[in-house]
């Protein structure tokens, strides 16, 4: 090689050298656990993340502090410090506590955000606090535009005031989560905020066009912007099956049995949190209702999950608390896709807000009320220890009161959306509706979790996702709860599961349209089975009425004679021209329930335990009397959609019955294992039908019961506490 190939060769080099030497590397900010996390930290050995520096090593650890569970670093009190360069745009957040062992000599936790350049000192964000008057986390925010493109010094402390000398080289203080960071680039997935309004009426908002505008925030920031699905059903009346249900994308009766105390989410189903968590997603969940908690399966798949303890007066909280654990979560996890789940407890009774101190305690939609009923007789009234004195008077402000919770916490969810950078909601799909709605007296009753009446079971459901969903869509057709796994998922990129009862609604909101389709609901409660279905806006209600049912207490005696006082056995309503479910058509023609009867049917069967034998398309009106053998006696019969006139009796393993039959398939069912059929005998009319077509399409079908494919969760002391000491069971 020449002199000049050699010199040419090296100033090839050279500026190859000098280009590395000049790029700079684009800042990113950092997540302080993540960081911390990459290496054994050794303050000894000088091993550190980059840019961190401790006096003490830090650990990794999960704690919960003011019922709020979070991925945590702990440090000992006092300052760490990071050094980078800040991103354009970017935000420090920083969420700090004692442990609950710090406590027990400091008297305040005092912590400090300081940004460092040269001479150059900035408070960024200051916040304190003493645990005998408020044990919440600490989160701080401060904007860091002024230093972007900087490399700096960010020093954070904690100072624990009155700690004994000997504890302040102790890991007691918990930072989580501490980020600094922009908004991301747009990403495949988008983040997913999941808003669910508990005890949420549909024809209480202002979207679905109520008289009063109780609902200008969800209007304004989802509505308008975003779909609202006309006809939207829950597969439950009431939180825990309802809940269970959207959360793992199948019917509640399939992992839900008889025994209250046993709802939850069955360990061998993946929950949405777990599979949004394991497709990348940061996970938050945070429940207003006491009823979910933790260890009935509803934290999983969430790294930070915060509900409340089974006390009453939980309550009384209202959507400022859940705000004030989310929205900090929110603003310190927008650096990459997240899942937020924000169950909000109003309107659940008691009918009460800070708004109403203003008025006197009063609804501010009808402030000169002069009767005596308040927010808190809600329950009082379900449970019949309260009576209205005066129905028209009384009535149409608990309404108002009702009203006024709706308003107040619509408040809220416009506060949670504003604390969302403008281009991460950009990339956030975002979903609203309820887990049931709340009866106001509609049909006789109060509260919620009985009937499956519209005002309780038609729920709001609204979606914005901007690019993706035209503003203000109005989509036709019938939507199910059980159909957001499959939605949320797919939108997230992961695959659809052949155990989902739900389907995909994103092409429809993305311009086309739902399928034909039923909705079903069941009331999983204390009292006789009752199960509802919704076809093409006609809707059957079925009650299981001579079902034999023993009342355990006075709340399920007060609720079974208000129940078997205002329901009838068949339920058939024209929703179109009957919204408010006033003209039972099964009165006059039912057989125009049939369709709607298979629907019931088809998704009862598969989970109702037992054989059961039911009449077959048997033509309305014929007796069908007979005998059926089995090889063992059962345990006990029930009923399943009986009427008045039939009859079915039980002697050891052998089953005589005799059943008029009608336009809906009903029967009979067997507990425990009475093995199969041996002998069975079958007149239609007092005409002998030949045993071998005894059991066939017209006559008689006994449905043997099939394998469970999901076992259901045992009985739970908390769960039952909680459903307890909340009023559900006494």
């Known amino acids: 090689m020449t002199w000049s190939e050699r010199a040419a060769r090296l100033a090839v080099l050279l500026l190859i050298v000098l280009a590395a030497g000049c790029a700079r590397k684009e800042p990113e900010g950092f997540l302080l656990r993540p960081l911390v996390g990459t290496k054994s930290y050794s303050v000894a050995s000088g091993e550190a993340p980059e840019g961190l520096s401790f006096d003490r090593e830090p650990v990794l650890a999960d704690v919960e502090i003011d019922h709020e569970r979070r991925p945590v670093v702990l440090t000992a009190p006092g300052t760490w410090r990071w050094r980078g360069v800040v991103p354009e745009g970017a935000c420090m957040h920083a969420g700090a506590q004692l442990l609950p062992k710090g406590w027990e000599g400091a008297s305040r936790l005092d912590v400090r955000l300081v940004a460092v350049d040269g001479e150059d000192r900035e408070i960024l964000d200051v916040g304190s606090r003493a645990r005998q008057d408020d044990p919440s986390w600490i989160d701080l925010d401060a904007g860091l535009s002024r230093w972007a493109g900087r490399e700096i010094t960010l020093e954070v402390t904690a100072e624990a005031i009155g700690l004994a000398a000997e504890r302040r080289n102790e890991n007691l203080v918990a930072w989580g989560p501490v980020s600094l960071g922009a908004a991301p680039p747009d990403s495949q997935q988008p983040n997913i905020l999941f808003i669910l309004v508990d005890t949420l009426r549909r024809d209480h908002l202002t979207p679905y066009g109520y008289k009063r505008d109780t609902t200008p925030e969800i209007q304004a920031r989802l509505a308008l ?98 705000n004030a654990h989310a929205v900090p979560w929110l603003r310190a996890h927008q650096d990459r896709p997240f899942f937020a789940y924000v169950h909000y407890i109003d309107p659940h009774d008691p009918y009460e807000n800070p708004d109403m101190v203003a008025f006197g305690g009063r609804s501010p939609y009808m402030p000169d009320y002069t009767g005596p009923v308040a927010g808190d007789w809600i329950h009082g009234i379900y449970n019949g220890r309260l009576e209205l004195a005066d129905p028209a008077r009384d009535v149409p402000y608990i309404r108002a009161l009702y009203d006024s919770e709706v ?130 806006r006609r809707k059957l209600i079925l009650y299981n009425e001579e079902e034999l049912f023993q009342p355990a207490d006075p709340l399920q005696t007060h609720l079974y004679k208000v129940d078997s006082g205002r329901f009838r056995r068949q339920e058939l309503y024209d929703l179109s021209s009957d919204p408010g479910e006033t003209n039972n058509l099964a009165l006059k023609d039912a057989g125009a329930g049939r369709p709607l009867a298979e629907v019931v049917d088809q998704r009862l069967a598969p989970y109702l335990p037992g054989v059961r034998v039911v009449t077959n398309g048997a033509l309305p009106g014929s007796r069908l009397s007979g005998t059926i053998t089995f090889q063992r006696a059962p345990q006990r019969w029930v009923p399943y959609f009986l009427g008045p006139a039939d009859r079915v ?82």
């Open 225 to 322: 912007p975003g779909a609202v699905v006309e006809e939207a059903y829950s597969q439950a009346p009431w939180t825990l099956p309802s809940v269970v249900s959207f959360l793992t994308g199948r019917y509640p009766g399939e992992l839900l049995g008889s025994d209250m105390s046993s709802f939850g989410i069955p360990e061998e189903v993946e929950p949405l949190p777990e599979i949004l968590a394991r497709l990348g997603y940061q996970t938050g969940g945070f429940v207003g209702n006491p009823s979910l908690h933790a260890g009935a399966g509803f934290g999983r798949g969430f790294r930070t999950f915060f509900a409340p303890p089974a006390e009453i007066e939980w309550m009384r909280k209202h959507a400022d608390t859940i």
């Open 407 to 536: 308003h107040y916490v619509d408040r809220f969810i416009g506060e949670l959306l504003a604390s969302l950078d403008p281009k991460v909601l950009a990339n956030t799909l975002i979903v609203l509706t309820a887990d049931h709605g709340e009866e106001l007296y509609d049909h006789g009753g109060w509260k919620h979790g009985q009937t499956l009446y519209e005002e309780q079971i038609h729920v709001p459901l609204i979606f914005r996702w901007d690019g993706r969903i035209q503003p203000g869509t109005r989509l036709k057709g019938t939507a199910a709860l059980v159909d957001l796994v499959p939605t949320l998922v797919a939108a997230a990129g992961g695959k659809a599961d052949p155990a989902w009862s739900g389907i995909d609604l994103l092409p429809a909101l993305a311009g086309g349209t739902l399928p034909r389709r039923s909705a079903f609901a069941q009331h999983l409660a204390t009292g006789p089975l009752r199960a509802a279905a919704v076809l093409d």
């Open 649 to 730: 009796e039980m002697s050891g393993n052998r089953i005589d019955f005799e059943l008029i039959a009608e336009p809906i398939d009903k029967g009979f069912r067997l507990e425990g294992d009475p093995g199969r059929a041996e002998v069975v005998t079958l007149s239609v009319d007092g005409r002998p039908v030949p045993p071998g077509r005894a059991l066939s399409p017209g006559h008689l079908e006994i449905v043997m019961p099939g394998k469970r494919a999901v076992t259901r969760r045992p009985a739970d002391p908390e769960t039952e506490k909680r459903l307890r000491s909340l009023g559900y069971i006494q």
